[in-house]
């Protein structure tokens, strides 16, 4: 009997899985002897899942960075700053974590985040999402969701429950979502919440 | 193979968490992205 060889197919030949936009991913290393702009790089942009795969999976996972880094990624041509045009009216949802949770969920809540903002997980209110940003800091861990339109109340909200579901945060744990406007220039101090879910 | 992505009414591709967690086994997202900057947070094998 013929025996079927199991071919192995080139990667380059496969057709990748496209997705709805096209994503930048950026580092931020945090060197006090240089500008802060100059301290942030674009690592790669990717708009296939398989070539997001490829990236996640030669990147240094969020826990493993030293403290003072951050990890972001956002649609292609937003800069991850609160200063670019398509942040500047927006805010973000926040998830404080503290010591112990690095080790048991940043990596986890880092990848739902990013699998919501490929596949399009906030549905109909996609568009309203910017991108998401993990900070490493001794003082504690923040990962930040953000949106272009802080006066976009429903929106904003149902963005804010699907993150909750999508990173199971229990319900006891409330999440608060803040204005860039109301964050700027503000660093230490405390930012209200305008929502909280 | 054809790809297998699903549009909604507004033609939006979107990915549920459980497709997307399949593909991540295949052996285009085990390939390592051409033209990465060589910081020590990129890895050469998949983590």
Wanted: charged share 30%.
């Amino acid at each position: 009997p013929e025996v079927e060889e199991e071919r192995v197919p080139d990667p380059d030949m496969v057709i990748k899985h496209p997705l709805q936009n096209s994503w930048a991913m950026w580092f931020f290393k945090n060197d006090k002897s240089r500008d802060w702009k100059d301290n942030l790089r674009v690592i790669t942009t990717f708009d296939t899942v398989e070539d997001f795969w490829g990236l996640y999976n030669h990147t240094l996972p969020a826990s493993k960075l030293q403290s003072g880094c951050d990890y972001s990624v956002f649609k292609a041509g937003i800069q991850p700053m609160w200063e670019d045009a398509q942040n500047k009216k927006g805010g973000r949802w926040l998830i404080n974590l503290n010591k112990t949770q690095r080790q048991t969920h940043l990596d986890d809540f880092w990848l739902e985040t990013l699998l919501c903002l490929i596949g399009e997980g906030f549905d109909e209110h996609s568009e309203e999402i910017c991108g998401a940003t993990v900070n490493i800091r001794n003082k504690g861990d923040k990962l930040g969701l953000w949106t272009r339109d802080a006066q976009k109340t429903e929106a904003t909200k149902k963005i804010g429950i699907k993150l909750k579901e999508s990173l199971s945060v229990p319900p006891k744990i409330v999440i608060g979502f803040q204005a860039h406007s109301d964050t700027a220039g503000k660093a230490g101090s405390t930012v209200k919440n305008r929502f909280t879910v | 193979d054809v790809a297998k992505f699903r549009k909604d009414s507004k033609d939006k591709l979107t990915y549920d968490r459980a497709y997307l967690m399949e593909l991540r086994g295949c052996a285009s997202s085990q390939t390592k992205p051409e033209g990465l900057p060589n910081l020590d947070i990129i890895l050469d094998k998949p983590v």
